[in-house]
Protein backbone atom coordinates (compact mmCIF):
# COMPACT_ATOMS: atom_id res chain seq x y z
CA UNK A 1 0.00 0.00 0.00
CA UNK A 2 1.40 3.50 -0.60
CA UNK A 3 0.66 7.08 0.49
CA UNK A 4 -0.28 9.37 -1.51
CA UNK A 5 0.85 13.08 -1.15
CA UNK A 6 -1.68 16.14 -2.71
CA UNK A 7 -1.24 19.90 -2.82
CA UNK A 8 2.24 21.49 -1.35
CA UNK A 9 4.85 19.66 0.46
CA UNK A 10 6.52 22.72 1.94
CA UNK A 11 7.51 24.52 4.97
CA UNK A 12 3.90 25.12 5.33
CA UNK A 13 2.55 21.89 5.19
CA UNK A 14 5.88 19.69 6.77
CA UNK A 15 4.49 19.58 10.07
CA UNK A 16 1.59 17.85 9.25
CA UNK A 17 3.05 15.92 6.47
CA UNK A 18 5.76 14.75 8.98
CA UNK A 19 3.35 13.26 11.40
CA UNK A 20 1.28 11.68 8.73
CA UNK A 21 4.39 10.09 7.68
CA UNK A 22 5.70 8.77 10.50
CA UNK A 23 2.50 7.29 10.90
CA UNK A 24 2.45 5.39 7.28
CA UNK A 25 6.48 4.08 8.35
CA UNK A 26 5.00 2.60 11.54
CA UNK A 27 3.44 -0.21 9.55
CA UNK A 28 5.62 -3.04 7.52
CA UNK A 29 7.71 -2.24 4.75
CA UNK A 30 8.18 -2.63 1.65
CA UNK A 31 7.30 1.68 1.59
CA UNK A 32 6.77 3.66 -1.55
CA UNK A 33 5.08 7.13 -1.76
CA UNK A 34 2.78 8.44 -4.15
CA UNK A 35 4.26 11.84 -5.64
CA UNK A 36 2.09 12.40 -8.25
CA UNK A 37 -0.23 15.00 -6.93
CA UNK A 38 2.42 17.46 -5.20
CA UNK A 39 2.11 20.64 -6.77
CA UNK A 40 5.06 21.98 -4.89
CA UNK A 41 8.09 20.97 -2.88
CA UNK A 42 10.84 23.24 -1.06
CA UNK A 43 13.85 22.23 0.62
CA UNK A 44 11.07 21.44 3.75
CA UNK A 45 9.42 18.80 1.80
CA UNK A 46 13.11 17.57 0.34
CA UNK A 47 14.03 17.08 3.95
CA UNK A 48 10.95 15.56 4.81
CA UNK A 49 11.52 12.83 2.04
CA UNK A 50 15.32 12.28 3.43
CA UNK A 51 14.32 11.76 6.61
CA UNK A 52 11.44 9.47 5.71
CA UNK A 53 14.41 7.31 3.90
CA UNK A 54 16.43 6.90 6.71
CA UNK A 55 13.29 6.07 9.20
CA UNK A 56 12.61 3.67 6.47
CA UNK A 57 16.37 2.17 6.74
CA UNK A 58 16.74 2.34 10.07
CA UNK A 59 14.20 -0.66 10.33
CA UNK A 60 14.73 -2.63 7.42
CA UNK A 61 12.81 -1.52 4.95
CA UNK A 62 12.79 -0.13 1.68
CA UNK A 63 10.84 3.50 0.56
CA UNK A 64 10.21 3.96 -3.09
CA UNK A 65 9.30 7.19 -4.49
CA UNK A 66 6.69 6.78 -7.11
CA UNK A 67 5.38 8.90 -9.89
CA UNK A 68 6.81 12.01 -9.05
CA UNK A 69 5.52 15.11 -10.22
CA UNK A 70 7.00 18.00 -12.40
CA UNK A 71 7.37 19.92 -8.86
CA UNK A 72 9.08 16.61 -7.34
CA UNK A 73 11.48 15.85 -10.52
CA UNK A 74 12.82 19.82 -10.70
CA UNK A 75 13.17 20.14 -6.91
CA UNK A 76 15.19 16.67 -6.86
CA UNK A 77 16.98 17.48 -10.16
CA UNK A 78 18.17 20.95 -8.93
CA UNK A 79 19.46 19.29 -5.36
CA UNK A 80 20.94 16.69 -7.96
CA UNK A 81 18.96 13.89 -6.76
CA UNK A 82 16.58 11.31 -8.37
CA UNK A 83 14.05 9.07 -6.98
CA UNK A 84 16.26 6.53 -7.21
CA UNK A 85 19.77 7.78 -5.84
CA UNK A 86 17.69 9.68 -3.06
CA UNK A 87 17.51 5.92 -1.52
CA UNK A 88 21.36 5.86 -1.43
CA UNK A 89 21.48 8.80 0.67
Known amino acids: MSLAFEGELTVMTAAEQHARLRAYLRGTGPFELDLSGVTELDT???QLLLAAHHDARQQGAHLTLRHPSPAVATALAVAH???ESLGDL
Do not use: P, S
Request: glycine share 16%; aromatic share 0%; hydrophobic share 50%.
Open 44 to 46: AGL
Open 81 to 83: LDT
